[in-house]
Nanobody
Framework: QVQLAESGGGSVEAGGSLKLSCAAS????????MAWYRQAPGKQRELVAR???????AYAPSVQGRFTISEGAAKNAVDLEMDNLKPEDPGVYYC?????????WGQGTEVTVAS
């Protein structure tokens, strides 16, 4: 069974940067998309950024221009570079991969921003 592992979360002051990484536990084929979501306390999980089809990317309007999603160094890995973090950015950040139309989720990594 494929598992995703996130890393890189932590605490940072407003205006600071963090880089999250996500990697699959095994080398797998057929992943069509990888994405980052986040969930703040009391809120629904929301899409932050996704990478798909020939490395196209898409971002939530709230993070456009501040966050960058990219392929990780390893196969089936994805990074999220977060710059100029704001007080509204904290939450648990989850990695998701879609393989054959089936989503696979990581366990999440927490990001906190001190204002």
């Amino acid at each position: 069974q494929v598992q995703l592992a996130e890393s890189g979360g932590g605490s940072v002051e407003a205006g600071g940067s963090l880089k999250l990484s996500c990697a699959a536990s095994t080398r797998i084929l057929g992943i069509s998309e990888m994405a980052w979501y986040r969930q703040a306390p009391g809120k629904q999980r929301e899409l932050v950024a996704r990478i798909f089809e020939e490395l196209q990317t898409a971002y939530a309007p709230s993070v456009q221009g501040r966050f960058t999603i990219s392929e990780g160094a390893a196969k089936n890995a994805v990074d999220l570079e977060m710059d100029n973090l704001k007080p509204e950015d904290p939450g648990v950040y989850y990695c998701k991969a879609i393989r054959g139309g089936v989503p696979v989720w990581g366990q999440g990594t927490e990001v906190t921003v001190a204002s």
